[in-house]
């Protein structure tokens, strides 16, 4: 089950694949540019941008790409933008070094494998200023194929070199979920009440997470605020549920990760939920 949802995110990516593919052979004067797809493997776009050949100044446009996104995100009116560098998103294949296998100066040391990261993240403020940006991480996230040898190492060097923007939060998704999969039962919110005592700013805590855990979480001063996911999507209506201890509906696993509107679009409320309990009595 698992890896059908991890399948499916690939095949998503898939379709960028070869022009991501052929814009790196370009920049980098590879010959690869007939069959770019031999750039990144199968399926390699995970280890494809770490591949050394893959040139320090195709990075830069990259970083440039953040930039002109965030430049239209603020044109189309959004409020603020959120960088998502965990889940083996791109930052996130830099970050860790069970995937990043470059030799430059975007591999190896931590500093080196938090560059690319660090280096988008100031292109986005500078669009937007530090208090309209904000980062999602993954501190001991697998989904995707990535892993860390010294994950605490690496996060917290991150969540250090990070106070220097002055972001609007700093979003963490626990390290006992992979993607949506809860790997850890009974594991706290660990990587929130770590990074709490070293980001100066306000935290954002993601998975696993349970109305009656949400709240512990923020009274403990883990974390300011509490996202959720798989019941989001299940609860049209969830801070409202949340705030007068309505039961939940339940989420339907087959339904992630699809591409129509069942499952997304067609939860019910709780009033339509007990109005059509109320007739089947
Ligand atoms: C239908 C669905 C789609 C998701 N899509 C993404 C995604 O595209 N990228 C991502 O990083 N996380 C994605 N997630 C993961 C959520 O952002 C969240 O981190 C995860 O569900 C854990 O939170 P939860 O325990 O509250 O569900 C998705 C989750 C669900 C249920």
């Not at 059908?4 to 990516?13: C, D, F, M, V």
């Not at 022009?19 to 052979?25: E, G, I, V």
């Not at 920049?27 to 770490?50: K, M, S, W, Y």
């Amino acid at each position: 089950m698992e890896e059908n949802h991890e399948r499916r995110s690939w095949e998503a990516w898939a379709h960028v694949l070869p022009t991501l593919a052929y814009r790196a052979c370009v920049a980098c004067g590879l010959d690869e540019r007939r069959n770019p797809c031999q750039l990144f493997g199968q399926p390699g776009v995970l280890a494809g941008f770490n591949d050394k050949r893959v040139c320090a100044s195709w990075l830069a446009s990259i970083v440039e790409d953040y930039r002109k996104a965030a430049e239209r995100a603020k044109a189309a009116g959004f409020d603020g933008v959120e960088l998502h560098a965990g889940n083996g998103y791109l930052p996130d294949q830099f970050l860790q070094d069970g995937i990043n296998k470059r030799t430059d100066m975007y591999g190896g040391s931590i500093e080196n494998r938090s560059r690319f990261l660090l280096q988008v993240v100031d292109a986005m403020v500078s669009v937007w200023g530090g208090n309209r940006v904000a980062v999602r991480i993954a501190p001991s996230g697998t989904w995707n194929g990535v892993s860390d040898s010294n994950p605490i190492a690496l996060f917290d060097y991150v969540a250090r070199q990070l106070n220097r923007f002055g972001l609007a939060y700093l979003h963490i998704i626990e390290p006992r979920i992979k993607g949506n999969v809860l790997t850890s039962e009974g594991q706290g919110h660990v990587a929130a009440a770590r990074l709490r005592k070293i980001f100066t700013g306000k935290i954002i805590a993601a998975g696993g997470f349970e109305p009656d855990t949400a709240e512990a979480a923020v009274r403990e001063g883990d974390a300011d605020l509490v996202a959720f996911g798989r019941h989001f999507v299940a609860n049209p209506d969830l801070p409202k549920r949340i705030r007068l201890g309505l039961p939940l509906n339940a989420y339907d696993r087959d339904t992630f990760y699809t591409f129509d509107a069942r499952g997304y679009t067609d939860y019910p409320f709780y009033e339509q939920r007990s109005a059509s309990l109320a007739s089947t009595l």
